[in-house]
């Protein structure tokens, strides 16, 4: 049985509220760079850059990263080293992703790590919060939730 819990309005406002609070905290910042973990965080961080293009004068840069290919990530080395990184996630669950893939942007040198999902489960195994939240949801550990893209952006429990 699969529970909606953020519907495609939702989502968009969810991501723009997320992109509202970026501006905010990074308001001395003329460019940011935002990362998506592929595959689905990287539509979320498309999306931000979107929001962010609407509501800011930011330079966004962009890229990804795949968790199992972090050599592919010194691709963007240059816009990451002294600039202000936004890594960007669907749905954090134990925080492994996350931690992985912040280690191995730190190693860049960028001037401010922040980090950003559309829902947390809390299930953390890794020390790393998220600094912007969609929504934070207790779950069990069997269950499981999944950001569905097509045909509607949905968020799916199941």
């Not at 050599?71 to 002294?82: N, P, Q, R, T, W």
């Not at 890594?87 to 280690?103: C, F, N, P, Q, Y």
């Not at 207790?138 to 999944?146: F, L, R, V």
């Amino acid at each position: 049985m699969k529970t909606i819990i953020l519907d495609d309005t939702r989502i968009e406002r969810t991501i723009k509220r997320i992109a509202f609070q970026i501006v905010e905290h990074c308001h001395e910042h003329d460019a940011i760079t935002l990362i998506g973990l592929k595959p689905r965080g990287v539509w979320v961080a498309e999306k931000i850059q979107v929001a962010l293009n609407e509501i800011s004068e930011f330079k966004v840069n962009f890229g990804a990263i795949d968790i199992d290919d972090l050599s592919a990530l010194h691709g963007i080395a240059g816009s990451v080293e002294g600039q202000s990184v936004v890594l960007v996630d669907d749905v954090i669950k134990s925080g492994e992703t996350m931690m992985m893939a912040a280690s191995a942007i730190v190693n860049l040198k960028p001037q401010m790590l922040i980090t950003a999902c559309l829902v947390d489960r809390k299930h953390r195994r890794f020390p790393i919060q998220c600094d912007f939240t969609g929504l934070s949801l207790a779950t069990t550990m069997q269950e499981h939730i999944q950001l569905m893209i097509k045909p509607k952006p949905t968020i799916y429990l199941e």
